[in-house]
Every structure is written in structure tokens, then in C-alpha cells.
């Protein structure tokens, strides 16, 4: 059987080059039955450092040793007002207000703004009384065709109406 | 916004977690125990720094939430205390009594017996500086990694990785001369 690998492992756990897997391996190694000669001289140590890992304190250590009970990590208790615990409340409630009160002035402030100059109004006819003998023929034109659908008698609003 | 919650229910969770001693202190205490022996090399010490260590953890429980590794700290904790008796042990004058049994000889491809084997490791082990010590009781005994190791003994992983390089050189020769014919 070549030994060749362990050899290598071993010279490289001499240099501090070895990793912990690599070392586990040449633990394993030394802790089985047959190990070749020329290696045998090793089987001592790696068996000697497994052996101290055992070691174990007696068992009348516990006996002696002075164990506190099971706790819980302490919580402070920190008493509050009525308006303190309502702050969060309060704190929601501005920040709405102020919310809506910023938007509406945005709002208001980016619309354009309307003429509402009365003395700069002007119409746009010239003839009153032309325009009056239209709305009315307009409106009775209107009436004549709601009576053809309802059958009632036509008012003549140019009648009891005097133009103006 | 889903992580967010999970993330505030986990915290909380953990915060709101039962600790105990017994399960979230004691397990540690045999790697606590083996990393004591190894550095003040006396077993009765070694006891005692476990149980300064022990309390010294639970008491600082309040401050647990910050630390990465519970096992890592715990090592930590012991280490420095182990290093504070051996400073203090120093100041008195060390006994030779405290030193661990050194076998007249070893002859390693004879079989030797488990007290034996484990003799012959704290033989070797106990030849090399406190650092290099720890850092192959972590490695080798413990198997954590060069980060574990390093966040156990406040050195950068380059610097451990140099002394473990030491350490191993140091052990190859002290083994060629227990082996008696060199490599």
C-alpha cells in the first residue's frame, strides 16, 4: 500500500500547512491497528493528543459547584402616562393635518387665476332688441314642440310680454 | 417590510429566551477544565479556575447578547484567569511538586499503555511557551479553527498560525530526542 499522501500530509502538518480536515485524517490514520513501520513512531503522539481530549473533570465537581436557577433576562418596567402612550396617536394625527393643509395650498397655488373684473366686462352684441326678439322666438320655438308632445294649447309669450 | 418583522420577532425571541446555567454554562465546562490543566498544568488549580470561570460567565449574563461564540468566551475567560494564577504562582515560587510526572523514558513504538500515551503528550506539551500550549490544546486537542483560536487568545490569526508553526516544530524535535534515533 502506498503511504505516499500520509507522508505528505504529515510533512505539511510539521510545516503548520495542514487544515483542520486534513488533520483529522492523519488522526484517523494513526488511530488504526496497522500502521507501517516507518510511521509507527507517530502512533504514539496523534494516540496520546486524541487520549487528552477524554480528559474530564470528576464527577463530584458538580457536587461542590454553586448552580443558580433557571431565569428569565430582566425586563424594566417603565410606567407612562395616559398622554404619552396617546403620543403615537397624536404624532399621526399632525402629520395628516399637515399633510392636507400643504396640499391644498399647492393646489391653490397652481391653479390659474381668474379675472373677476366687473368695470373691465363688455358684451358682446350690439342690438339689445335684436338679440330679445331671438331669445323669444327661440323660447316659443321651444314651447311649440314641447305642446306638439304634451297637446296642449300654445302660449304666446310675445304677447304678454312687451319688448323691450 | 416582512424581513424587517421577522428580524425584530427573532431578536425579541432571543432576548425573551429562558437562560440557564445548567444548559447554557455547565456544558462548556470539561474544554474549560482541559484548557485550565494545560496552561497551569495542575489539576486541583485547574478545578478551581472551571468554577471561577463558570460563575464569572453567568454572572455576566446580561452582556451575552454581544458575544459570537458562548463556547469561545467562556475559553477566553478561562484562559486569562488561568493566566492570572500562573503570574500569581510565579510570585510565590513554584514547587517543584507542582510540575506533571515526567516518565524516566519513553520508547514510543512499544505499546504503551493510555497513562503512558497521555504523559507523553503533557511531556511535550508542558517543554513549550503558555501561548504555543493553548494554541495546540485549541487545534489539535479542541479542533477550532485558526479565527476560533484567535478570537480565544486576542491575537491575530497570522500570529497564530505562526505559533502553531512553532509549536509543532518544537514538538518534532523533543519527539526525535524521546524517540532517541532523530528524524
Known amino acids: ?15 503548520g500547512q495542514t487544515s483542520l480536515q486534513e488533520e483529522a485524517i492523519l488522526h484517523m490514520f494513526f488511530e488504526q491497528e496497522d500502521v507501517p513501520a516507518h510511521l509507527q513512531r507517530y502512533k504514539p503522539l496523534f494516540e496520546g493528543l486524541a487520549q487528552q481530549a477524554k480528559i474530564r473533570l470528576d464527577e463530584t465537581f458538580e457536587t461542590h459547584l454553586p448552580i443558580p436557577e433557571k431565569e428569565r433576562p430582566a425586563v424594566k418596567a417603565r410606567p407612562i402616562t395616559y398622554m404619552q402612550r396617546l403620543s403615537p396617536l397624536y404624532k399621526a394625527a399632525a402629520i395628516v393635518g399637515i399633510t392636507l393643509t400643504l396640499g391644498n395650498a399647492a393646489q391653490s397655488s397652481f391653479k390659474p387665476e381668474e379675472d373677476y373684473n366687473d368695470n373691465g366686462y363688455q358684451n358682446s352684441y350690439e342690438n339689445a332688441a335684436a338679440v330679445y326678439a331671438e331669445e323669444t322666438e327661440t323660447v316659443k320655438f321651444v314651447s311649440e314642440r314641447m305642446d306638439e308632445v304634451n297637446g296642449n294649447d300654445s302660449l304666446d309669450i310675445a304677447e304678454d310680454t312687451p319688448a323691450p | 417590510m416582512s424581513v424587517t418583522f421577522r428580524a425584530l420577532t427573532r431578536l425579541h425571541n ?138 480565544i487568545l486576542n491575537l491575530s490569526e497570522e500570529k497564530v498560525k505562526v505559533y502553531l508553526f512553532r509549536a509543532r516544530q518544537r514538538i518534532k524535535q523533543a519527539y526525535a530526542k524521546i524517540d532517541g534515533y532523530g528524524l
Open chain 1, 1 to 15: 500500500m502506498d503511504y505516499k499522501y500520509i507522508e505528505q500530509l504529515l510533512e505539511r502538518y510539521w510545516e
Open chain 2, 14 to 151: 432571543r432576548e425573551m429566551k429562558e437562560i440557564s446555567f445548567r444548559n447554557d454554562v455547565l456544558p462548556f465546562k470539561d474544554k474549560i477544565f482541559r484548557l485550565a490543566l494545560r496552561i497551569t498544568m495542575n489539576r486541583a488549580e485547574a478545578e478551581d479556575i472551571v468554577q471561577d470561570t463558570l460563575i464569572r460567565v453567568w454572572n455576566k449574563r446580561n452582556e451575552w447578547s454581544g458575544f459570537s461564540s458562548m463556547e469561545a468566551y467562556c475559553l477566553a475567560v478561562c484562559r486569562n484567569l488561568s493566566l492570572d494564577r500562573i503570574s500569581l504562582k510565579e510570585n510565590c515560587h513554584a514547587t517543584l511538586e507542582d510540575q506533571p510526572d515526567t516518565p524516566d523514558s519513553f520508547t514510543p513504538h512499544d505499546a504503551l499503555t493510555r497513562k503512558e500515551q497521555i504523559s507523553l503528550v503533557e511531556t511535550l506539551l508542558a517543554g513549550l511557551p503558555e501561548v504555543q500550549r493553548s494554541i495546540i490544546q485549541l487545534r489539535e486537542i479542541e479542533g477550532k479553527n485558526y479565527r476560533e483560536i484567535a478570537e
